[in-house]
């Protein structure tokens, strides 16, 4: 289009009187034909431009002039100030990240031999509508691992490494000789050789039960040794039953590590449960207390809290690079296929390395594509509005804010037009500059 | 009040429809038996068979009647129309409206041709109707058959500056706890009358080793109902009023009372599925579902929610009445409370027909229709406990009707809209925040009472 444009800038062959343009159209024929345009767009743009200026200055029921009240709360309200900080983030990471995103795509696109395969599957979240989109996203950052793909990946790496244990949720029952003790539990009374010691707890899902569980017995005293059970105080449909007593159908704890602990809380001695919930602790256990360690206890890893309100905007505009990174390709592959092939080529003969010819070469020559992708991606994120309408949960939509959320909740759930309109006028003197830029540099490349 | 609380209200008319699809279908055979059974009845005018009610007879008359429902609710409220088409010779037409819907008569009546009657979702709606002078309040017809068969508080909520002009036609009952019956039976647990019992019941719950509450928290207004029914039945209905009104501030002693009281529940560690971080992303269907499935090991025991809960547990396996029953919110204070919302039919042209409309609106016989096709409560005392289609939807009436002049409506649809109404705002957002922190009762209070300052305080 451009060349098409400085094509036509030379001067027609005839162009005597003034009343006649370079294609010698009359004014007035140039003007009635463009007549429809500037009326829709009066109508559609101008005039709305317009009246939303004016409806800024009036208040919520638009019957009393309210001066700069609008403005103020632009810069006062708590949600708008969240929304203002939010856009900036917006502004300075998603723009750039997709942009070099497109950049790394583009160039390293150019070099595989399924290139065009590749950019179109890059492309492809194009295509999806910011809607559509939201919800996929909402979907894969949802907080339950079995459904969430992000959170899948996130626990399956991290249980990789670290195991939960098997008792996430026991707890001591009604008056249980256990209390709570770093995060774990404690008998309160002392333990001796030769009597028996019991570790009831209730809470353990059936479900979760170790396999290898069995019914619980009560243990039986031996000389010279401390012997006791560990096992699920709660029978199925009963309740307790016999509170403190393994009762017939009620399964021990198999596995749960028991320490002894002694006055100065040195572990003294420590062992495991046996498949029916008894334990033996030797003779040097006499006098210190039972524990049961918080290892036993820890609660199953849940992954990362996506869209709680820390990491929702970051959550957000990863969704937005999954779409716009495409996009950036696109327009950055086109840029380097006008690349003259000559100049790296010679870089390369210099003896510059892969790295110096992409960073000295390749960056600077297609520096003002990058530079019209950044800017327009600009525009497109100060408008955001679907992907974190959609995105953020209710509990977090404050934490999420944009202006223009902010603007459609004042003005359509709110019943505050007024300061609705205020915040689009401020969302149009924050995109002007934006576009002047680019529009300056449109020029500029039409006139090389 | 502005409009009403959107999300809610598409929630429940979506919620309410779907809960209806099988009762529909069964009773399709029977209502069209009464068609051709009725045909002649036309020329007659006056009575059908079995009812107490007379109306005019109206042929050549034409009605719009206006409501948010689509659907099944909407298939079935056609129903009734039917009804009154047959009975009067009048012709109705169902005319779907979008919410909020008081935005959606303004602009009809803007371009002049405004419904003959609207149903409106909020006493708020209504009084904004009469303010705006749309609504004509009722005729002697429609004002006695009203005066017969409600309870002086289910007409004194329709009516604005001491005129009648809604008849609440329906209901809903938001005073109930939904619990899986496996779970209660596996725990050898009982249906809590009172809050201490409630507690005792979690207890015995968490004790078999599931956790006893599911809470839709990221939407905020499950949250602002569990509120209501704690200070309804804690406060009394008094202080609820005042506290709707904002006459009493949010740091009243009475809310950190309640507000302590529910943190009794949603600050106990493994009390609230997920904790209170996976409470805050689980949306309300998530909630219900959650609390169904997984046989008598699901992610929690018992989930808050009014009878539009049952379209969610629709969704599952669990069959209502036999795996999900259903227990009325128990008593905090010295009565359990009933928290209710409903849609008012309301005159917005006057006419003999409309009249009509809304004195037929007002009877049991319509009332009973509806019933009959399940996912319909109505709060009008004389229509019988058989018209409806199981126990569960039976015993949900009865609580409602039972509690006479008790029921209070939703506090939060009674507040402005910026306050009680929009999501990760005001109230909304201060719960879903106290949910997070319950210790914070006094900082929570502040913020609300900051929150409800700034929305009564811009003259809404």
């Known amino acids: 289009m451009a060349s098409a444009a400085a094509a036509g800038a030379p001067p027609g062959p005839a162009a005597p009187k003034s009343r006649k343009s370079v294609t010698g159209t009359r004014k007035a024929v140039a003007g009635l034909f463009l007549l429809p345009a500037l009326v829709l767009l009066g109508a559609l743009v101008v005039y709305p431009i317009g009246y939303s200026v004016v409806r800024s200055f009036y208040n919520a029921s638009g019957d009393g002039f309210a001066g700069f009240d609008n403005y103020k709360a632009l810069f006062t309200d708590d949600g708008i100030r969240t929304a203002l900080k939010n856009n900036i983030i917006w502004v300075v990471f998603a723009p750039t990240v997709a942009t070099a995103l497109g950049l790394v795509f583009a160039v390293l696109t150019e070099r595989v031999r399924w290139g065009t395969a590749f950019k179109l599957v890059v492309f492809m979240p194009m295509a999806i509508s910011m809607l559509a989109a939201g919800i996929i996203f909402r979907l894969v950052y949802d907080q339950d691992p079995n459904k969430g793909v992000a959170n899948a990946v996130w626990v399956g790496v991290h249980d990789t490494f670290a195991q939960s244990s098997a008792f996430p949720k026991a707890h001591p029952g009604r008056e249980s000789p256990l209390k709570a003790d770093q995060g774990g539990f404690i008998t309160t009374a002392t333990v001796h050789t030769g009597r028996t010691v019991t570790l009831p707890l209730v809470g353990v899902a059936p479900d979760q039960m170790p396999g290898d569980a069995k019914k619980a017995v009560a243990a039986k005293p031996e000389p010279g040794k401390i012997t006791g059970t560990t096992w699920q105080d709660f029978t199925r449909g009963k309740g307790v039953g016999r509170l403190g007593a393994p009762d017939p159908s009620e399964l021990g704890y198999a596995g749960m590590r028991i320490e002894a602990v002694d006055t100065a809380g040195q572990v003294v001695a420590s062992t495991k449960a046996a498949s029916d919930g008894t334990f033996t602790l030797p003779a040097k256990a006499d006098g210190a207390r039972l524990r049961l360690p918080a290892s036993n206890f820890r609660a199953p890893y849940n992954g990362v809290d996506w869209l709680g309100p820390a990491l929702v905007t970051p959550a957000i505009i990863g969704s937005y690079v999954w779409m716009w990174a495409g996009f950036a390709m696109v327009l950055i592959a086109a840029g380097l296929a006008g690349v003259p092939r000559e100049l790296l080529e010679a870089a390369r003969v210099d003896g510059a390395n892969e790295w110096q010819v992409f960073r000295r070469v390749t960056v600077p020559l297609l520096a003002p594509v990058l530079a019209v992708v950044t800017v327009t991606l600009m525009i497109n994120v100060l408008k955001v509005f679907d992907l974190v309408y959609i995105i953020a949960p209710g509990s977090s939509q404050d934490d999420a804010n944009v202006l223009a959320l902010e603007l459609y909740r004042k003005g359509f759930s709110e019943g505050q037009p007024g300061i609705a309109s205020a915040i689009a006028v401020f969302l149009l003197l924050l995109v002007i500059p934006v576009m002047l830029f680019n529009i300056r540099r449109l020029r500029r490349e039409v006139r090389r | ?460």
Not at chain 2, 145 to 165: F, H, R, T
Not at chain 2, 299 to 324: C, H, P, R
Not at chain 2, 339 to 346: E, K, L, N, P
């Open chain 2, 1 to 460: 009040m502005r409009g009403n609380s959107n999300t809610i209200q598409t929630h429940r008319a979506v919620s309410t429809l779907a809960a209806l699809l099988a009762g529909a279908l069964a009773l399709t055979a029977c209502s069209s038996s009464d068609h051709k059974k009725d045909n002649g009845g036309k020329s007659s005018g006056a009575t059908a068979p079995g009812s107490t009610l007379t109306l005019p007879k109206l042929d050549g008359a034409t009605l719009e009647v206006a409501a948010v429902w689509t659907g099944t609710e909407q298939k079935n409220f056609k129903q009734v129309l039917a009804e009154f088409e047959k009975r009067t010779g009048a012709k109705v037409t169902f005319v779907p409206a979008q919410d909020p819907i008081i935005n959606f008569l303004g602009s009809k009546i803007a371009g002049g041709q405004p419904p003959d009657v609207a149903l409106l979702p909020q006493p708020g709606a209504i009084k904004q109707a009469v303010d705006k002078k749309w609504a004509k309040p009722l005729g002697a017809d429609a004002l006695k058959e009203l005066q017969k068969n409600y309870s002086p508080g289910w007409q004194d909520i329709g009516k604005v500056g001491g005129k009648q002009y809604g008849v609440y036609y329906k209901a809903a009952n938001k005073s109930l706890i939904w619990y899986n019956a496996k779970v209660f039976e596996g725990a050898g647990a009982k249906e809590p009358k009172t809050w201490q019992e409630l507690l005792k019941t979690a207890q015995n719950v968490y004790d078999s080793g599931v956790t006893p509450f599911s809470v839709g928290g990221a939407d905020g207004w499950t949250l602002t109902d569990w509120f209501e029914n704690v200070y309804l039945s804690q406060a009394g209905p008094q202080r609820y009023d005042q506290l709707a009104q904002h006459k009493i501030k949010w740091t009243d002693p009475s809310v950190k009372q309640a507000l302590t009281t529910l943190a009794q529940i949603w600050g106990r560690k493994d009390y609230v599925a997920g904790g209170a971080d996976g409470a805050l992303q689980t949306e309300f269907p998530a909630s219900v579902t959650q609390t169904f499935t997984g046989g008598d090991q699901p992610k929690a025991a018992m989930v808050y929610e009014g009878d539009f809960a049952q379209v969610n547990i629709g969704d599952t396996k669990a069959k209502v009445g036999t795996d999900a029953k259903v227990f009325p919110f128990p008593a905090v204070g010295s009565s359990a409370p009933v928290v209710s919302g409903g849609d008012a039919a309301v005159i917005l042209k006057d006419s003999k027909a409309a009249q009509a409309l809304a004195t037929f609106l007002a009877s049991p016989d319509a009332a009973t229709i509806q019933a009959r096709l399940g996912g319909y409560l109505s709060p009008n005392k004389n229509v019988p406990d058989s018209a409806y289609p199981n126990e569960v939807q039976r015993t949900i009436a009865k609580a409602l009707v039972a509690s006479g002049d008790d029921f209070r409506f939703d506090m939060s649809d009674q507040a402005p809209q910026a306050f009680g109404g929009t999501p990760g705002k005001g109230e909304w957002k201060d719960l879903q925040d106290f949910l997070k922190n319950p210790k914070d009762v006094a900082g929570t209070q502040a913020q609300l009472e900051k929150d409800a300052a700034a929305a009564y305080g811009n003259g809404s």
